[in-house]
T-cell receptor, first 116, second 114 residues
Framework: GAVVSQHPSWVICKSGTSVKIECRSL??????MFWYRQFPKQSLMLMAT?????????EQGVEKDKFLINHASLTLSTLTVTSAHPEDSSFYIC????????????FGQGTRLTVV | AQTVTQSQPEMSVQEAETVTLSCTYD???????LFWYKQPPSRQMILVIR??????QNATENRFSVNFQKAAKSFSLKISDSQLGDAAMYFC???????????FGQGTRLTINP
């Protein structure tokens, strides 16, 4: 299957600083990528849809000014958590697919963010 | 709105036995796909099996099979000959209409007892 690489795997940052998480499709082009957030022992919650060359589409309740998404190329999407606070601590996962709504989604390894 | 529901927060099974995980969904679409994903302790999401709604035959992948009941909007996962490596969170998921984004169920934590 296709490979999606997410970096870093874990990060610790101080409250008030910004953190950038990268999601790369290594062997295919992804016009659309997705960012999820997962709290402990809970399901994946979609945060936003990242579209190459255009603005991201955020789900209801997700602060777009706090979670900045950039999809500058067909293989890279980034999520920047701005002015991070302890409540932003969570597990963030990206995914990408080839393009059809019915094809398999390939997931990154996830990033564990801890804000202290 | 599309919804996916998993009513079993936790399940356990003896090694080598068979276990079935339940999933129900709600959709207005006539043609759609359904997925089961596995999330082991590493937290990497792995596709287990996929079912096409217009196919009447239940999908099968080695020890994993589904019982797809379209009229009842039910999509259960059967794991045969359970192995210790099957221990994980299992999520049922379906794409939303006109988009590629997935809606996930709440998940079922599966424990394999040796």
């Amino acid at each position: 299957g296709a490979v999606v690489s997410q970096h870093p795997s874990w990060v610790i940052c101080k409250s008030g600083t910004s953190v950038k998480i990268e999601c790369r499709s290594l062997d295919f082009q992804a016009t659309t990528m997705f960012w999820y957030r997962q709290f402990p022992k809970q399901s994946l919650m979609l945060m936003a849809t990242s579209n190459e060359g255009s603005k991201a589409t955020y789900e209801q309740g997700v602060e777009k000014d706090k979670f900045l998404i950039n999809h500058a190329s067909l293989t890279l999407s980034t999520l920047t958590v701005t002015s991070a606070h302890p409540e932003d601590s969570s597990f963030y996962i990206c995914s990408a697919s080839f393009g059809s709504m019915n094809t398999e989604a390939f997931f990154g390894q996830g990033t564990r963010l801890t804000v202290v | 709105a599309q919804t996916v529901t998993q009513s079993q927060p936790e399940m356990s099974v003896q090694e080598a036995e068979t276990v079935t995980l339940s999933c129900t969904y709600d959709t207005s679409e006539s043609d759609y796909y359904l997925f089961w994903y596995k999330q082991p302790p590493s937290r990497q999401m792995i596709l287990v099996i996929r079912q096409e709604a217009y196919k009447q035959q239940n999908a099968t992948e080695n020890r994993f099979s589904v019982n797809f009941q379209k009229a009842a909007k039910s999509f259960s996962l059967k794991i045969s000959d359970s192995q210790l490596g099957d221990a994980a969170m299992y999520f049922c998921a379906s794409p939303t209409r006109g988009a590629q984004k997935l809606v996930f169920g709440q998940g079922t934590r599966l424990t394999i007892n040796p």
